[in-house]
């Protein structure tokens, strides 16, 4: 698994290269100015690029389906890329390609999301086009048809999409409901979803109090201010719902498939980004599975040959945290793979060397400035940040934490955090034997 830097649920990824500017040339405030109607505005100012990029994040995400109806928020998202304002379906799309916009929608447990990222000069142009989005979408029920075939092919893919398949299941398994929902929903519940459910989900939930908008690029912040408040300004807020939660079933679920393939998944507990201890934490996973000199590289699939894919990563809610790893390996190597896999995990609780948090260091500083180069990426982690974390980082603060790293202060966070409290799904022909947990 490559190595990149911390967004909310993960660490982003990106090449190993040496662009010409440096983080220590380039500190850049970041900008944040909320509104009367709760809407908050996050920016940085990159004048080193001729792109702009935004993220427009509205908290309507799967978590707020109601039970019978999983997959409602994406069919609500794609529902209001189907025309809005005066555009239909068809203008929508030409208007954005006229701008040269390259729009991008997703949704997560807490958020409907769509993003741009356009030439500098038509921020202001794209705006207007995703105040209409998101405020004034046409819903047209002639097409919700058309929107629930989009839908319901990617639950199919899923299902054919065994590693995927088995990942989801584990974070339904880990989380309590409703966090562990997958985005798509289930066959079934798309298929009762109604249009007066798109309109009831778009009316109730789309509101500018607990929205974001976050904006990176060439930019003149006052400008910016200005824009955003003239186009979401009379926007008026709603109460916001809260989800009701059950209780996780966490342990070990096996699905049966008859496939030459077994798709393990391991899930343990561990800090939410918000969390004083987050970077000792995501440091160890880099150590644990971060690159081609990781230990699960090399003692899983370089010297066992077990496997085909070996990975763990950091996942975040906004209170609670995990850590999931995933191995796909064949039918006759898969306990093997399951027992190697838990054993290095359980090594890491001993701690890790010098050696290995240098090389970690340096692939960290290397997606660092990935990010510098990059409005869409930086655009999307400052909304992530501010969800999670109430306010930004600046590249140059994580640089400092990045540099200030050490092995005393990552080992003591392991010892008092070990990795336990295992829950697994193994998909594929065989029900494997746990280890104790």
């Known amino acids: 698994m490559a190595a990149g830097f911390p967004t909310a649920t993960g660490w982003s990824l990106g090449p190993l290269h040496f662009p010409t500017i440096y983080l220590d040339e380039v500190p850049m405030p970041i900008h944040v100015h909320q509104y009367p109607n709760g809407l908050v505005l996050v920016a940085e100012s990159m004048p080193w690029v001729e792109s702009a990029a935004l993220a427009v994040l509205v908290r309507a995400g799967c978590a707020y389906d109601p039970a019978d109806r999983e997959g409602l928020a994406a069919m609500t998202c794609e529902m209001l890329q189907r025309g809005c304002g005066a555009r239909d379906s068809r203008k929508f799309i030409e208007d954005l390609e006229l701008l040269g916009v390259d729009i991008s929608s997703a949704v997560s447990n807490y958020h409907v999301s769509f993003g741009g990222a356009m030439p500098a000069e038509n921020l202001a142009a794209t705006l207007a086009i995703f105040s209409d989005l998101v405020r004034r979408p046409m819903l047209p029920p002639d097409q919700l048809e058309d929107a629930r075939q989009g839908c319901l092919q990617s639950v199919r893919a899923l299902e054919d999409d065994l590693?995927?398949?088995?990942?989801?299941?584990?974070?339904?398994?880990?989380?309590?409901?409703?966090?562990?929902?997958?985005?798509?929903?289930?066959?079934?519940?798309v298929e009762r979803i109604s249009q007066s459910d798109i309109e009831a989900d778009?009316?109730?939930?789309?509101?500018?109090?607990?929205?974001?908008?976050?904006?990176?690029?060439?930019?003149?912040?006052?400008?910016?201010?200005?824009?955003?408040?003239?186009?979401?300004?009379?926007?008026?807020?709603?109460?916001?719902?809260?989800?009701?939660?059950?209780?996780?079933?966490?342990?070990?679920?096996?699905?049966?498939?008859?496939?030459?393939?077994?798709?393990?998944?391991?899930?343990?507990?561990?800090?939410?980004?918000?969390?004083?201890?987050?970077?000792?934490?995501?440091?160890?996973?880099?150590?644990?599975?971060?690159?081609?000199?990781?230990?699960?590289?090399?003692?899983?699939r370089e010297k066992r040959a077990l496997c085909y894919s070996v990975m763990a990563s950091c996942h975040s809610l906004r209170d609670r945290g995990s850590v999931i790893c995933y191995s796909g390996t064949t039918t006759e190597r898969a306990q093997e793979t399951l027992n190697v896999m838990v054993a290095e995990l359980r090594r890491l609780g001993d701690g890790i060397t010098v050696e290995e948090l240098q090389r970690l260091q340096a692939r960290l500083k290397s997606s660092l400035i990935m990010q510098q180069e990059s409005s869409p990426a930086r655009a999307r982690a400052m909304a992530s940040e501010w969800f999670h974390l109430g306010r930004v980082q600046t590249l140059e603060e994580l640089k400092s934490i990045v540099d200030g790293l050490n092995v005393p202060q990552i080992n003591r966070f392991l010892a008092e955090n070990a990795p336990r409290e295992f829950s697994f799904v193994t998909l594929g022909a065989r029900q494997l034997d746990l280890p104790a947990n």
């Open 202 to 300: 778009y009316r109730g939930l789309f509101r500018p109090n607990e929205s974001i908008i976050s904006v990176a690029g060439k930019i003149e912040f006052e400008t910016l201010r200005d824009e955003i408040e003239k186009r979401f300004g009379d926007w008026r807020p709603k109460p916001s719902p809260t989800p009701r939660e059950t209780p996780p079933m966490r342990g070990y679920q096996h699905i049966d498939c008859d496939s030459t393939q077994t798709h393990i998944g391991i899930a343990f507990p561990s800090v939410p980004f918000a969390s004083p201890d987050y970077y000792q934490a995501r440091a160890a996973i880099g150590v644990l599975s971060d690159g081609m000199s990781s230990r699960l590289f090399t003692e899983v």
């Open 163 to 189: 590693s995927s398949k088995t990942m989801q299941c584990l974070v339904r398994r880990f989380y309590a409901e409703p966090w562990g929902r997958p985005s798509q929903g289930a066959l079934a519940s």
